[in-house]
């Protein structure tokens, strides 16, 4: 069946650091990719997405791109800040009968000012 | 404001009761979800509903029963047949089968078994 692998967490770094969160993918089919956010006590947000492969999904200075021959979507960030403080998740989900939304674990990032 | 709304945001459960978990939108989305999250776990799909009056199991689903009678509605009740039901609820809804479309997140029911 159909996986998503995050990295293991928690991650801390300091205020305006380089972020990378790793995610990877099984899939027996083309999904769609996606990056989410939860905010503590809160439920999620989408963070950004692509559809299909070389696309590059990109919001409020996080991206990620879909390589589809490493089958991964990892996460970067050039400079994070305090405010980026949350849970992240990575998930995958098909177009048609089985749209379901697969998620990862989710990693906790902590920044400290 | 459109969106999705869960009640209560906490709810506590003596054993051996059922529980209802509300989820309503205002989105006139067709696909309902919901979600179980457990610390270390991630997101674990219970039920989900691509129409109304239709619903299909998710990974989790025993112990659990949904119902869909209105598009704006997908109640979810934790039966005493859950063994272990203490977590943090989410209830999503989506604008239908495009996988390349939002889900949209309600802010959680954190249900406690005492």
């Known amino acids: 069946g159909d996986s998503v692998t995050q990295m293991e967490g928690p991650v801390t770094l300091s205020e305006e650091a380089f972020l990378t969160i790793n995610c990877t993918y099984t899939?027996?089919?083309?999904?769609?990719l996606f990056w989410y956010v939860q905010y503590p006590g809160e439920g999620l947000q989408l963070l950004l997405k692509?559809?299909?492969?070389?696309d590059k999904g990109s919001n409020k200075g996080f991206e990620a791109t879909y390589r589809k021959e490493t089958t991964s979507f990892h996460l970067e960030k050039g400079s994070v800040q305090v405010s980026d403080s949350a849970v992240y998740f990575c998930?995958?989900?098909?177009?048609?009968?089985?749209?379901?939304?697969?998620f990862g674990k989710g990693i906790t990032l902590s920044v400290r000012p | 404001d459109g969106g999705i709304t869960q009640s209560p945001k906490y709810l506590f459960r003596k054993e051996g009761q059922n529980v209802t978990l509300s989820c309503e939108q205002n989105l006139n989305h067709d696909a309902m979800y919901w979600y179980r999250q457990d610390p270390g776990q991630g997101l674990r799909l219970i039920y989900y509903s691509q129409i109304v009056n239709d619903f299909q199991k998710g990974d989790i689903a025993e112990g659990y029963s949904v119902s869909r009678e209105k598009k704006e509605s997908f109640p979810l009740t934790v039966t005493s047949a859950q063994k272990n039901p203490t977590a943090f609820y989410l209830c999503?809804?989506?604008?239908?089968?495009?996988?390349?479309?939002?889900?949209?997140f309600g802010q959680g029911t954190r249900l406690t078994v005492v």
């Open positions: 692509a559809t299909k492969a070389d």
């Open positions: 998930a995958l989900s098909y177009t048609g009968a089985n749209s379901k939304l697969t």
């Open positions: 999503a809804s989506s604008r239908g089968t495009g996988g390349h479309t939002e889900a949209f």
């Open positions: 899939a027996t089919g083309y999904p769609s």
